[in-house]
């Protein structure tokens, strides 16, 4: 069983930066994959990021040069740095983790730009 606990959402202005944080407990001593969705109203959730453990990083086009991906595995945590961030980005982001075959999510943070 994995637990994921994300944190670090709010409400910020066109152009501004947050850090979302995923805290992740329980059995994850073989992460396949880690990554971060988001779903805004009335939309599907759409991959915003994914990161391989054999190194390969995935991400959508529309965050390529503005988000980052990283991880601290001492802290089994994974970030998410979103910088110059437009009202598009409006969203529940959630993190997930594929640990062996299994998937895990989170419960998601909102974040909301203003313009």
């Known amino acids: 069983q994995v637990q994921l606990v994300e944190s670090g959402g709010g409400l910020v202005q066109a152009g501004g930066s947050l850090r979302l944080s995923c805290a992740a407990s329980?059995?994850?001593?073989?992460?396949?994959?880690t990554g971060w969705y988001r779903q805004a109203p009335g939309k599907q959730r759409e991959l915003v990021v994914v990161m391989h453990s054999g190194g390969t990083t995935i991400y959508a086009d529309s965050v390529k040069g503005r988000f980052t991906i990283s991880r601290d595995n001492a802290k089994n945590t994974v970030y998410l740095q979103m910088n110059n961030l437009k009202p598009e980005d409006t969203a529940v982001y959630y993190c997930?983790?594929?640990?062996?075959?299994?998937?895990?999510w989170g419960q998601g943070t909102q974040v909301t730009v203003s313009s």
């Open positions: 329980g059995n994850i001593f073989s992460i396949n994959a």
């Open positions: 997930n983790l594929k640990v062996g075959s299994l998937y895990y």
